[in-house]
C-alpha cells in the first residue's frame, strides 16, 4: 500500500481488511465514517451493484453513501426499468448522470449513432462521452469511491487488489464485494431477494448499453457479451482504467 497517500493509508489498511474477512458492510461503515459526505457508490445495475445497493439500503448508510448510476442513452429497456424498481424497493432516490447533451449532438452529427462499430477508437470516444465524462462529474470533490467489482469477474479484475488509489481521480476506490464468489452472489441475492435485471435469465451475465452487449453462451467469460465485434480488447470501458 506503499503508493496510498496518508490522508487513506489508515483506512484503507482497515476497509482492506475488512474486505479480506468477508465482511462487506463493515467495509461500507469504515467508509461512510471515515469521510463523511464524500463516499459514493457507481452502480450500473448489474448483480453485485444490486447487493451493495441493498447492503448499503437496509444497513442505514444511503444518507451516506451517494448511490448513482451512469445512464448513456443507450441503455436496455429493462435496465431502466430495474433502476425504478430499485428506487421503490428500497426507498431511495439513485442520481442518475446523463452525458454532456453537445458531446452527444457532436458525435451523432458527425459519426451517426453507431459509430462505435467502426473501430475501437471510435468505441472508446463514444464512452468517454457516454460513461467517463459523466463519472468524472460524480466523482468530483469525493474521497472513497465504491464498486462491486469482484476478482472472479475476468482475469484482468482478478489482478487487481480490493482497495486501491484512483489517482485519475484522486479518490480511494474501494470494491466490497472483492472476494466474492459466483456461488456466493447468487445466495446472497436469492436469501435478501435483491432486484436482478430480467436479462440475466436470457444469458446476459454482464449488461452495458443495449447495441454493445449480446448473450453469452453457457460456460463462456460473463464478459464476453461486451463489445462483442472486437476481439482481445480487454472488456473494459475506460471507467476502470487501471484494468
Ligand atoms: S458501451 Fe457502446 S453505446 Fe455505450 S458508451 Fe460505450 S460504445 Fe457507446
Not at 113 to 129: A, L, P, T
Request: hydrophobic share 35%; glycine share 6%; charged share 25%.
Amino acid at each position: 500500500m506503499s503508493a496510498i497517500p496518508d490522508e487513506f493509508h489508515l483506512i484503507a489498511e482497515k476497509i482492506s481488511a475488512e474486505i479480506k474477512a468477508g465482511n462487506s458492510v463493515a467495509a461500507l461503515q469504515s467508509a461512510a465514517v471515515g469521510f463523511p459526505g464524500q463516499v459514493v457508490f457507481s452502480s450500473s445495475l448489474g448483480k453485485e451493484d444490486q447487493v451493495l445497493t441493498e447492503m448499503i439500503a437496509t444497513a442505514g448508510l444511503a444518507q451516506k453513501i451517494e448511490i448513482f448510476s451512469l445512464d448513456t442513452g443507450r441503455l436496455f429497456e429493462e435496465t431502466q426499468y430495474l433502476l425504478n424498481l430499485t428506487n421503490k424497493a428500497y426507498s431511495l432516490k439513485i442520481k442518475v448522470y446523463f452525458p454532456e447533451a453537445g458531446d452527444v449532438e457532436t458525435l451523432v452529427r458527425e459519426k451517426g449513432s453507431y459509430s462505435f462499430f467502426d473501430s475501437v477508437e471510435n468505441r472508446k470516444e463514444c464512452c468517454f462521452i457516454r460513461k467517463v465524462k459523466p463519472l468524472k462529474r460524480a466523482l468530483q470533490n469525493q474521497k472513497i469511491w465504491v464498486t462491486g467489482i469482484r476478482a472472479a469477474q475476468s482475469t484482468g479484475r482478478a489482478e487487481m487488489l480490493p482497495v486501491e488509489l484512483d489517482e485519475d481521480h484522486n479518490v480511494l476506490k474501494i470494491h466490497p464485494l472483492f472476494y466474492f464468489t459466483d456461488e456466493e452472489l447468487e445466495s446472497y441475492i436469492q436469501e435478501h431477494s435483491v432486484p436482478v435485471n430480467e436479462l440475466h435469465k436470457k444469458n446476459y451475465p454482464s449488461i452495458g448499453c443495449a447495441p454493445c452487449t449480446s448473450p453469452v453462451k453457457p460456460g463462456d467469460d460473463p464478459r464476453s457479451g461486451r463489445w462483442w465485434w472486437e476481439q482481445n480488447t480487454g472488456r473494459e470501458c475506460g471507467l476502470h482504467a487501471a484494468n
